[in-house]
């Protein structure tokens, strides 16, 4: 079953504005990590954060972890049209094999220039 | 960073047909890979894992004599799409976890798979 819930399913936006998408989950997890999918394409790993950390940064990208809530959120600051594209949270969870991460639903990111 | 690849991009088939689709590590070794099905605007669905020298792992709900996976070498593993129907057509993802860092995935481009 899906692990990873994100909200929201589809997010338009401005240009420059930021974008927040959350996801929830279900079960304790060992880390937790985003994802990008431009349309008809694979996944582009964005970035990783573990069950101990509670935020973490790669250039625009800014992640929270919050594991009592069992939630994170992904924030892109300044956003840019090359933004667009579907975002997915996925989760390893403690007792899976490596690299077996359970995907969320993805919500759709349209950043209008 | 990592690179796989994957082919073909996409195919159109006639049912009954079958279809095998490739996944390559380019610049590295990959003894696990997964196999995933996304419909359109929806997640992946992970199908099985495939394993290097063994059995793939499948999936509850995954037929095994419908989709075949082969990994043969540290570096292909292919699913071969067995007399392929209609309800079959979706896109299929594989990925590997790179050998120094097991966590994160890198993904092929996907295969868009037509069955008429």
């Known amino acids: 079953s899906q692990q990873g819930e994100e909200d929201p399913q589809a997010l338009s936006i401005q240009e420059g504005e930021n974008a927040t998408m959350n996801c929830s989950y279900k079960t304790s997890i060992n880390n937790l990590q985003w994802y990008r999918q431009n349309s008809g394409r694979g996944l582009v790993h964005l970035i990783l954060i573990r069950s101990n950390e509670r935020e973490k940064h790669s250039g625009r990208l800014r992640v929270t972890l919050d594991t009592s809530k069992k939630s994170s959120s992904l924030l892109i600051t300044a956003s840019r049209a090359a933004d667009t594209a579907s975002y997915f949270c996925a989760t390893a969870h403690y007792g899976g094999s490596q690299g077996n991460l359970i995907f969320g639903k993805g919500t759709k990111l349209s950043v209008k220039p | 960073g990592a690179v796989v690849s994957q082919h073909p991009s996409w195919v159109i088939c006639k049912s009954g047909t079958s279809v095998k689709i490739e996944c390559r590590s380019l610049?590295?070794?990959?003894?696990?890979m997964f196999w995933y099905r996304q419909f359109p605007k929806q997640s992946l669905m992970l199908m099985a894992t495939s394993n290097e020298g063994s059995k793939a792992t499948y999936e509850q709900g995954v037929e095994k004599d419908k989709f075949l996976i082969n990994h043969a070498s540290l570096t292909l593993s292919t699913l071969t799409v067995t007399s392929a129907h209609p309800e079959d057509s979706s896109f299929y993802i594989c990925s590997a976890p790179h050998t120094g860092t097991n966590e994160k995935l890198f993904f092929g481009s996907g295969t868009q798979l037509s069955v008429l």
């Open positions: 610049d590295f070794q990959a003894t696990t």
